[in-house]
Every structure is written in structure tokens, then in C-alpha cells.
């Protein structure tokens, strides 16, 4: 294939793993519940403040907790441009490693199934996990790896502005549509709904609610499928795929040949327009920025976030060379895939462990207001020692 990057040899900046290993702590630090902090004690603005950044705008806007799979997928495509030039390097052929792509991109997408079918009757066919939309998406990134960055640039702006096309042309529901039947209630509507041209980026009324009414009762279910009560749909792996191409550009940066202040002082900028641009989008009311169905908006104002905090991350640890303070980050981040099984896996069983050996009170010595954070950052600890078990023995769940 044309536009074949250079191969030096075997490269790993410090701060993709201290970033990766940030998001998933994020992920992770779910089991913390501060939204039952807040709620135990709801005259405290420090909890609210922590109660919101953990938890998911409901459809216009963002907090920390919503740029978790953003970052995620960004870094999908930043490793893949140190992974395709690192195994060129070593004179890997081109086919063996397309086989390797696709292989990676069907069992993340069945991994995430599986983690979103623990404790169903069947397999729950679902596709909006984090896994199965990077999975879905990984084979055309990966055949972009090889092309120039003009043709990235290029197939970024297509892919956003065919979605944004695609939803905007897509018929708003008559005024008879019954929201009740979809999962949208009055009270949502008048807090959140869209009006408008903004419309067409409704909750439950819109295009990728529309394909999902076709494509998830292709699988086989209890009931037929209605709705995603979150708002959430298959249809956004192709705007995810963008998010990627934003992170594998993001690698190209890093693999450059310009100076160390020169990739940051790009990163930064790149950022900043991101942002800029995600938001004017959404201010004017072209596209909302809703991360639910990661509408074009959404890819440039959370991969601005990304660009800026991958920035930050290689500032520090890359450029000055201050490392240390970030270890616990890196043993998360560099078994990654682990961290993401076992945060939906293992919480309970520790829980449960937990009272069975100390006592069903264990968590309660600060009082019963506490326990759940007392419970979370029992089981935060847990993992985190597996994952630093794993860490020494260098031992690290790979796809």
C-alpha cells in the first residue's frame, strides 16, 4: 500500500500508558459511589462536585466521567501508529498483520457482548460498549495506518461530515410521535430535549435509534427491541471510528521527526481548535455535542480534550521526564484490557469477600454515611495490587 510510514525502531512514550492508565482509573473508581456520598450527604458541594464529574451528562454537555471511552478510542489510534511503524521495523509483511487486525477487532467486539451478558438469561446482543465500538471500527483504522495523513485528514472530515449529513436529513418524528414509548418522559423532554434543528439529534426518535429499531432485533431476545434507555445505539461505532483517526493522527505527531516542544505545541493546538470548534458547533445549533450517539460535535470537542490531555501527559513525563509519581497510572495502563475485565467483573466477588472474612459491618467504622466510599476504596485497592501483581511478573492480557 502507498503512503507507508517510516519504521524506526521499537518506541513507548511513558505518557500513553500514564494516560490510558488515567482514563481506566476513572473507569475503575465507579466502585467509589460517589453518588451515594452526594446523597448521604446532600448539603456538601465538594461530594455534588465529585457526584457529577462520575457520572453521565444526560445528553447536551460533558463531564470528566463522559471522557472516558473517548479517551479510550483516541488512544486506540495513537498506539496503532507506534504499533504498525514498530512491527514494519521488525519486517512483519503486511498481511499477517491485516489477519492480526482482524482477529483483534472481532474479539474485542465479542469481548464486549460477553461483559454486557454477565448475569442475563442470553447473550445480550448489544453493541454500544466501549470494546465492541472499537472493535467494530479497528480494521478500517488500522488500513489507514498505511496511508499518508493527508488521507486520514481526509477521511476524518468525511466520516464527520456524513454522519452530521446522514442524521440532519433524517426525518424529524411528526408531532404524534409518542416519546412514552421509547423511554422519554415529559419532564426528560422539557430538561433536556432537543428542539429545532437540533431535533434531529433527539433522544430515541433519531437515525441510529431508527437503524437500531431494524438491526438489534436481528439477534435473538426475550422481547423485541424498543429502545436503549440511555439513548445509546450501534450506529455510533462510525463516528467513533473518527475519534480514532484523531488519536492515530495524534500518533503520526509523536512519531515525527520535528522537535519534542514543536509535537507539544501541536498537540495543544490541535486541542484547542478541538474544542473550539465542537462547541461553536453545538452553540450555533448545527450539531449538539451529545455523547450518547457521539455526534460529529462530540468527536471534536471530547478529541480536543484528548489532544490536551495526551499533551499534558507527554509534557511531564516525556519532555521533563518526571515519571515516578505516575506509576500507579502505567501498571493500570499498560494491562489495560485486564483493568477494563476485571472493573466489570470482580467488584462483587471482593465485596463479598470482604464481609465474609472481616464481618458484614467491615465497611462501616467511619459510620454507615461512609461505608460506601470505605466499600470502594477497598475495592479499588484490590484491583489496583492484582494489576501491580501482574505488573511484576510481567504478565499482560494482550488481543
Not at 474485542?108 to 447473550?123: E, F, W
Not at 429545532?196 to 435473538?220: C, I, R, T, V, Y
Request: proline share 5%; charged share 15%; hydrophobic share 50%.
Amino acid at each position: 500500500m502507498n503512503g507507508t510510514p517510516p519504521s524506526p525502531g521499537p518506541v513507548r512514550l511513558a505518557s500513553i500508558d500514564g494516560y490510558r492508565g488515567f482514563v481506566m482509573f476513572l473507569m475503575m473508581a465507579e466502585v467509589l459511589h460517589l453518588g451515594r456520598m452526594a446523597r448521604n450527604f446532600p448539603e456538601s458541594g465538594f461530594w455534588k462536585f465529585l457526584a457529577h464529574h462520575q457520572s453521565h451528562i444526560e445528553w447536551v454537555g460533558c463531564t470528566l466521567h463522559d471522557l472516558i471511552q473517548p479517551s479510550f478510542s483516541f488512544l486506540v489510534g495513537t498506539a496503532l501508529a507506534f504499533s504498525v511503524a514498530n512491527r514494519q521495523a521488525k519486517g512483519q509483511p503486511f498481511l499477517p498483520m491485516l489477519g492480526h487486525a482482524i482477529w483483534r477487532a472481532f474479539a474485542l467486539s465479542l469481548l464486549g457482548i460477553l461483559l454486557r451478558s454477565v448475569g442475563a438469561k442470553q447473550t445480550n446482543f448489544t453493541f454500544e460498549d466501549t470494546l465492541t465500538q472499537i472493535g467494530m471500527g479497528y480494521v478500517p483504522l488500522f488500513l489507514l495506518a498505511f496511508r499518508p495523513r493527508r488521507d486520514q485528514w481526509l477521511t476524518l472530515g468525511v466520516l464527520l461530515v456524513g454522519v452530521w449529513l446522514a442524521f440532519a436529513v433524517h426525518p424529524l418524528p411528526g408531532t404524534d410521535f409518542d416519546y412514552s414509548k421509547v423511554g422519554v418522559s415529559e419532564k426528560w423532554l422539557a430538561d433536556h430535549g432537543l428542539v429545532g434543528f437540533a431535533a434531529h439529534w433527539q433522544k430515541n426518535s433519531n437515525l441510529a435509534w431508527e437503524a437500531d429499531l431494524w438491526w438489534m432485533n436481528l439477534f435473538p431476545r426475550e422481547t423485541p427491541w424498543e429502545y436503549n434507555g440511555g439513548g445509546y445505539s450501534t450506529l455510533s461505532f462510525v463516528p467513533t471510528l473518527a475519534t480514532m483517526v484523531l488519536g492515530l493522527l495524534a500518533g503520526g505527531t509523536l512519531r515525527g521527526d520535528k522537535e519534542p516542544k514543536q509535537k507539544l505545541n501541536r498537540l495543544v493546538l490541535l486541542g484547542l481548535l478541538g474544542l473550539g470548534l465542537g462547541a461553536l458547533l453545538g452553540w450555533l445549533g448545527i450539531c449538539p455535542v451529545v455523547k450518547r450517539i457521539w455526534t460529529p460535535s462530540w468527536v471534536l470537542f471530547s478529541g480536543g480534550w484528548c489532544f490536551l490531555l495526551l499533551a499534558a501527559f507527554y509534557g511531564v513525563m516525556d519532555l521533563q521526564g518526571v515519571k515516578r509519581w505516575a506509576f500507579p497510572l502505567v501498571v493500570i495502563g499498560m494491562n489495560s484490557i485486564m483493568a477494563y475485565c476485571i472493573a466489570h467483573l470482580w467488584d462483587g466477588f471482593i465485596v463479598s469477600a470482604f464481609k465474609t472474612h472481616f464481618g458484614a459491618g467491615v465497611f462501616q467504622f467511619l459510620g454507615e454515611a461512609y461505608a460506601p466510599l470505605v466499600q470502594g476504596v477497598a475495592v479499588l485497592s484490590v484491583l489496583w495490587l492484582i494489576l501491580y501483581w501482574m505488573h511484576r511478573r510481567q504478565i499482560f492480557l494482550r488481543i
